[in-house]
């Protein structure tokens, strides 16, 4: 009697775990956010799949709200339009990713500037528009990393009327970090996540690496290079993404704070490495910096790789990646 009991309890047990098994599987979902394409895959044991992506998005909403500057009651729009004539208090998520913008900026050196704002509002690369010679020069002024002030208490100001920030060199990859801590709390051990061209990889890919193709700089459908890779992240910038042709030149979205324009010298940069929201904004800055400056650069970043596609389509390597 005893063991009749025993066996059907092992005999549940073991059901239990085959249906564990049995609906582990990928779920797979792309979405739109912050202006952009987003993909997300996970391998989930569990039914809570519909609702690890739910949260994701909602998380990716969440940073939209506080930091677009597309939506008026956005922390950044407030900042754009206040912080100029007062200290303006924002929240700590905030104030920490302007610090983090910060020290990059310090890095390179002001290359990488959230303050380029000032003239790249005067850009749509959707209506073809560009700011015209004398709006170019009145607003480059106004770009500089050191107007924008971080005060105790997390205060912000701006040291001077004119100047504005925007955050999109950084903001999508910070966002596609904490989504990918949200989905790591739920246990998932083997998850891609991707956002426009910021890519974090949560484990591999059950047994195998993930594949992740950069971009071929001027074929769509086609690869300049496919790297296996896992438990990391992966930003690309490219003079492709958004941009309008005029008279032969190339109006992009990166612009080096210097001179108010579109770079020129590269059309794509990867960066490689632990945090997302560092190797997207270190994409943007490697892209301002040039392929030589930009090499030095990362060659002193530990556990920072990046690859180039310079303007005559060669690429190249850093040096952990040249082996
Ligand atoms: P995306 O994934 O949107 O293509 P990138 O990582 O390539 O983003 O960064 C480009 C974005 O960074 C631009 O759209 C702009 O918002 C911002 N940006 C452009 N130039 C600079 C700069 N010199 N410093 C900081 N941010 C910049
Ligand atoms: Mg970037």
Do not use: C
């Amino acid at each position: 009697m005893r063991f009749f009991a025993f066996g059907r309890i092992s005999l549940y047990l073991a059901l239990v775990l085959f249906a564990q098994t049995a609906t582990a599987q990928w779920h797979r979902q792309a979405f739109h956010t912050l202006g952009t394409q987003a993909y997300i895959e996970f391998w989930s044991p569990d039914a809570n799949a519909a609702e690890i992506i739910t949260q994701v998005q909602a998380e990716f909403e969440r940073i939209n709200q506080l930091m677009s500057p597309y939506i008026s009651s956005s922390e950044l729009s407030i900042l754009n339009r206040e912080a100029a004539n007062s200290a303006v208090q924002v929240s700590d998520e905030l104030y920490q990713l302007l610090r983090q913008a910060r020290q990059v900026s310090e890095l390179s050196n002001g290359a990488f500037d959230i303050t380029f704002a000032s003239v790249g509002f005067y850009y749509d690369y959707r209506a073809g528009k560009k700011p015209d010679r004398s709006q170019l020069l009145q607003q480059r002024q106004y770009v500089n990393y050191q107007s924008v002030q971080l005060l105790s208490d997390n205060k912000v100001r701006f040291a001077q009327p004119g100047v504005k920030i925007d955050l999109g060199g950084i903001a999508k990859g910070y966002a596609v970090e904490r989504a990918m801590k949200i989905i790591a709390a739920a246990d998932i051990k083997h998850a891609q996540l991707t956002a426009g061209g910021d890519s974090r990889l949560l484990g591999d890919k059950r047994g195998k690496p993930w594949l992740v193709g950069i971009r071929h700089p001027r074929q769509d459908a086609k690869y300049a290079a496919t790297l296996p890779l896992q438990d990391t992240a992966i930003s690309t910038s490219g003079d492709y993404e958004r941009y309008f042709i005029e008279e032969g030149v190339r109006y992009h979205h990166i612009l080096d704070p210097k001179t108010g324009q579109s770079t020129t010298g590269l059309m794509s940069v990867s960066v490689i490495g632990a945090d997302t929201g560092r190797t997207d904004a270190l994409t943007t800055t490697l892209f301002v910096l040039g392929l030589q400056q930009g090499m030095q650069l990362i060659e002193q970043i530990p556990d920072y790789e990046a690859i180039f596609i310079s303007a005559d389509h060669t690429l190249h390597f850093s040096s952990g990646l040249a082996q």
